[in-house]
């Protein structure tokens, strides 16, 4: 199994960045994912999940309206759209496999992770 971010940079309060999260060695359309995020000291915390069709979709509340999470089964790929980046966005993100097929937002439900995408929002 393999989950290979990529998209992350630096951007400017405002901004809008997209990340891609490329799947290998598991039946993708099989399982639900999801987008973490770890900034420095704090915890890792789930900010996105998907269902194994794309078809539900759940957010944390800090990030709702804001960004978007979906699923191309027919490429094996994980995006997370992020609009209206803030500082406090200023973190390393990770994509997620989960153990089932709907996504959740507990850490606890996630076995495999990417190396994480670096992602830095300047005021």
């Known amino acids: 199994v393999q989950l290979v971010e990529s998209g992350g940079g630096l951007v400017q309060a405002g901004d809008s960045l997209r990340l891609s999260c490329a799947a290998s060695?598991?039946?993708?359309?099989?399982?639900?994912m999801g987008w973490f995020r770890q900034a420095p000291g704090k915890k890792r915390e789930c900010v996105a999940a998907t269902s194994a069709n794309g078809g539900r979709t759940y957010y944390v509340d800090s990030v709702k309206g804001r960004f978007t999470i979906s699923k191309d089964n027919a490429k094996n790929t994980l995006y997370l759209q992020m609009n209206s980046l803030t500082p406090e966005g200023t973190a390393v993100y990770y994509c997620?496999?989960?153990?089932?097929?709907?996504?959740?937002?507990?850490?606890?439900?996630?076995?495999?992770w990417g190396q994480g995408a670096q992602v830095t929002v300047s005021s």
């Open positions: 060695g598991f039946t993708f359309s099989s399982y639900g």
């Open positions: 997620a496999l989960s153990q089932g097929w709907v996504g959740t937002l507990e850490f606890k439900d996630y076995g495999t």
